[in-house]
């Protein structure tokens, strides 16, 4: 029986398309082409035919498919034949559903021309929109046209060219342009209430259904063809896009129903490929787009139904008052708890049999698609909405990705600014979705979009931001005001989920939207106790956590890095308070008045786990560091802790087979935690020995005090050292007022870690451990060091040389060398020769070391052991030039040294040229340097190259160094300027950097170079050059544009060092100068001295001040004199110039400093 069918099958087939051929061939007009149709092919139900595909040969269905394609599109050219075009869409549908269609290129073209021709039939070319109706013929045809489509390309057909997709979807974006208007239309869209009760009108989801089959065979074409997708056919889908989105931001709501949330999900998910596409500008999607995407983020969510927010932490107050909400709860609590089923097999199970209307939709959506963790969230998620909401999240990460400088007009709608606690439906914001979202997945996607903002520029913009109370803000409100009430919103909003949230993915995303919030926030303008608040809340969080369970470790660790985050900011007086308290109290741990010190102390036991230990160590050692004044009280339970890892450690050490490789090895994570742990405590160790020792650095921190001779007007600045804690200014000087203060400047300190610690910790055979040790000794003070006993002196320098000498490892060796370079800065050790040739070999033994950071650690102690013999030879000698110094072994090797390094990178030879300069400075030249072959001559001749070179090829700390150097080589009393004959070029090369470089600091010791040599005759035939390029630069200073922004602060160093200067070459100059110099001086008499008359004013004022005369009488006298023989000498060429209202100016000046 099933044979004669199919056998009579095969007939009508092939005698409907037999008899349309014949009769096709005839040409009959378009009319009767329509006659014959309905005569032939279409007279039959498309099932039937279909059906007959089955048996038939693949290309014999092809073939007449395509040719059924022509006549369509011939029947096109006349009127009436919608019917007809319908019937023959549902044909081809049928046969396409049924049967593998073998589509070439061509028949591909010729079957997308007919339905081109159909569009245009029923649209026009102008793409004109159809009038929508459930009964529509054009509706109809679309819907199936599109169908056809996802037949073919869904599998039914072979894979399309590149070509072919491009197209497709010219197509596809052609339907939804002329039929997603219907879709939006009141009307259209009221049909829809009728199926949320169960009175579905199949007719009219057939169009949501349409558009969403569309986008999805958009999506797939993007994702097979992203590479070789044209930025035009991107910009056109985008059009598209944002024309639909315009739609929806219009009509400002959303239907709900199964068809469409997908259309809406595949909507999303087609913006969210073309967006994530770098060929896509999306700048002109971001006004519109903002207003649409907040409407998706409320899509399924009623955010006025208090029942929604039961489980939330929000409303427990009001699901504790009510029954039913209680009731909810422990269903959800049971059916969380109920047996677990694998997402395949759960739309079988009874967790969704209970609800009919989520049963029918189970068929085409998998339970995957929800984590396991949104069981309970089905009966709230029953059309999918949740996936569009996480679309629209997703669409916002990329337009902030794709176009990061409109973060601040489009987040400023995204982001709340008043009760972000409050649920409201016409105010949501990301904060929203992140609070009260029922679906999980929804929340850790919110979570991810804000992060995702706050790791772009947007933190930058955050940096203005101020907070000011309502009753203070006007009708406007400015854009730092409003930065500031978003801030402050989103801290309250997350540090309500981290009090309250209990699922471990979406604590993690929560913990690092903190850490990002606390490295933008400008806490010192923002309520003084918000900061205090942050790190009492993390620290009630992790007292939550005080049995350490594996799945806790993570939670645990993130919450340290964000403590260690906020004591990391700049201290406030609100901080500070807190920190002082809770200094004054026990560390022991205590769980209802726990402390900052007594959380920390806790997870810094053995009995924690190594990689929560670890950031609780970096918590402890940043609090050290910020509040160096608590290191005292807590000294002994540092020291405490650290003797109990190191002695956990030796026993740990003990098990590992091989210490080489035990990071590679799988069974060695713990011991590899440990070691890390280790190393945090040893830091924490070193930081509170700087902080009770009061280190500020090794650097010289009077950084503009350049040369003895040649100090700086009225300019005092203090460099910041990062590793050094935050002491306050007026430490130092206590300490060394007060000798009294042995104990307290960290001597006691020092003894008990040399006695019990070091040791211990510098003979392990973990590299970073030795390195942390090594570490310690650059936090060394020269008070502390010399009050120390021999042996301990001598443990120190035996030990950062063995280790610079003898170990393997390039960071050990980088960490030995940066001690060395600390203790080198104090120039007493070296009066002894033995220790002077330990250290200076150890450093020229790993200059030449193959590791750059290595060699860039060996320089900078090169360079501080050159500054040392430099003040040792100033203190033997008050002429600063001896040749003691120079007959002692060292200063060849150092030389020598230094020249090789002068050619290495720009790190390597800002540290060269730092001790060529020092090294210049006390060497004893012979009088005559140009006839000279001694070795000094040619090392004398070898330093100016090297310094003309790195001024000219090195980057800006080279070229700042070269000018320090120089001045170091001026200020050589036995270095006849007026005799060398390289004088000019040098003082080109300066003129050069003052007048044309970018950054002031090279500016300011260019200019502080030049004001070093002491006669006339040292400036030689470069006095007038000098002289008018200071002129120049001190005028034009205060138009200056200043291109990089942080040098500003050094515009005053730079003005006070050019005045300094200026003054200098003045007070040398003579009547007998050049009358070019003459005539320009004459030239500029009006801006000279109006300047001399503001200096002379300014000295005046200090007069009027007692405080400041008794504070610096001697610099005070020292610039009455500069300025006085200034004046005297313009005064002088002023009167020869006839220019004697000037000259008498002048005079009256002088007068007035007499």
Partial sequence: ???????????????????????????????????????????????????????????????????????????????????????????????????????????????????????????????????????????????????????????????????????????????????????????????????????????????????????????????????????????????????????????????????????????????????????????????GSAVALKIFLTYGVNYEDPSLFSGDSCSKERSSCNPCLKSRAMEEKNILHARYIPPHLRKTGNLVSHTSEVSKYDNTTSDSDLSDGDRTERNNDKFRCSKTRISALICIQDICRSNPSSLTSFCGMLLPINDVLQPRKRQVTLMSCLLFDPVLKARNTAASTLSTILELNFSVFLQVAEYKETSKCGSFTSLSSSLGLVLLQIHRGILHLIKHEANGGLLASVFKILSLMISATPYSRMPGDLLPTVITTILERICKGLSPKGDQTTHLGMAFSCLAAALATSPSQHLSSMIEKYSSQDVTFTEKTPSILSVIFRFCGLEVIPTVRFEALQALRVLLHNYPKIATDCWEDISAN??????????????????????????????????????????????????????????????????????????????????????????????????????????????????????????????MVRVAGLTCFAGMTSSVFFILDYDKRQFIINSLVFSAINDEIPSVKSAACRGIGVISCFPQLFSRSEVTDRIVNAVELNIHDSQISVRIASSWALANICDSLRHKAADMHSDAASGHVYDCNHVGLLLESALRLSKDSDKIRSNAVRALGNLSRFLSFPNDSINSSGPISCWLERMVNAFVSCVTTGNVKVQWNVCHALGNLFLNKSLKLQDVSWTCSVYSVLILLLRDSTNFKIRIHAAAALAVPESRADYGSSFSDILQSLEHVLESLASEQVQDPSSFKYRDALKNQLTLTTLHLLGLGSLEEDQALKDFLTKKSSFLEQWLSSLWHTLQQMHDRPEDVNNGSKSCATKKQMISRAAHFLSEVYTHAGQIRVSQKLEKIILGLA
């Fill in 642 to 767: 650290v003797q109990l890892t190191l002695q956990n450690f030796l026993h740990e050490e003990s098990k590992w087979k091989d210490p080489e490789n035990r990071t590679t090895d799988p069974g060695n994570v713990v011991g590899l935690g440990c070691e890390r742990a280790v190393m945090a405590a040893i830091k924490v160790l070193d930081e509170g020995l700087r902080a009770i020792s009061g280190f500020q650095g090794a650097d010289d921190l009077s950084e503009y005090k350049l040369f003895d001779a040649r100090t700086l007007w009225d300019c005092k600045r203090t460099k910041k050292v990062s590793s050094a804690p935050s002491h306050e200014s007026n430490l130092s000087t206590t300490l060394k007022e007060d000798n009294s203060l042995e104990k307290a400047s960290g001597v006691m300190q020092w003894n008990e870690v040399i006695e019990k610690h070091l040791p211990l910790v510098l003979v392990r055979r973990s590299a």
């Fill in 1 to 287: 029986m099933a044979a004669s069918s199919s056998s009579s099958g095969l007939r009508l087939w092939r005698t409907s398309f037999l008899s349309l051929r014949d009769e096709a061939l005839a040409a009959p007009p378009p009319a009767s082409l329509c006659d014959l149709l309905n005569a032939t092919v279409l007279s039959h139900p498309p099932a039937l035919l279909g059906a007959a595909a089955l048996n038939l040969p693949a290309h014999e269905v092809l073939s007449d498919v395509v040719f059924l394609a022509e006549v369509g599109s011939i029947a096109t050219e006349c009127d009436g034949v919608g019917q007809i075009l319908l019937q023959i869409c549902r044909l081809i549908q049928s046969i396409s559903c049924k049967a593998r269609l073998q589509i070439s290129t061509s028949s591909w073209i010729t079957v997308l021309d007919f339905f081109g021709k159909i569009i245009d039939y029923f649209c026009g070319k102008t793409n004109k929109r159809i009038q929508f109706s459930s009964t529509s013929i054009g509706v109809k045809c679309l819907v199936e046209i599109v169908e056809i489509l996802r037949c073919i390309s869904m599998g039914n057909g072979v894979y399309c060219l590149s070509s072919d997709c491009i197209e497709l979807t010219n197509l596809l974006l052609r339907i939804i342009l002329c039929s997603y208007h219907g879709i939006f239309s009141q009307p259209f869209q009221g049909s829809f209430e009728k199926s949320k009760i169960g009175q579905n009108d199949g007719s009219n989801c057939n169009l949501w259904k349409m558009h969403a089959v569309a986008f999805s065979i958009i999506i797939d074409f993007l994702s097979r063809n992203d590479s070789s997708l044209s930025a035009d056919m991107c910009q056109k889908i985008l059009e598209v896009l944002r024309e639909l989105l315009d739609a929806i931001a219009t009509r400002k709501t959303l239907v709900e129903g199964y068809d469409m949330s997908r259309f809406y999900a595949t909507l999303l998910d087609c913006l969210h490929l073309v967006l994530s596409n770098p060929k896509v500008s999306s700048s002109e999607l971001v006004a």
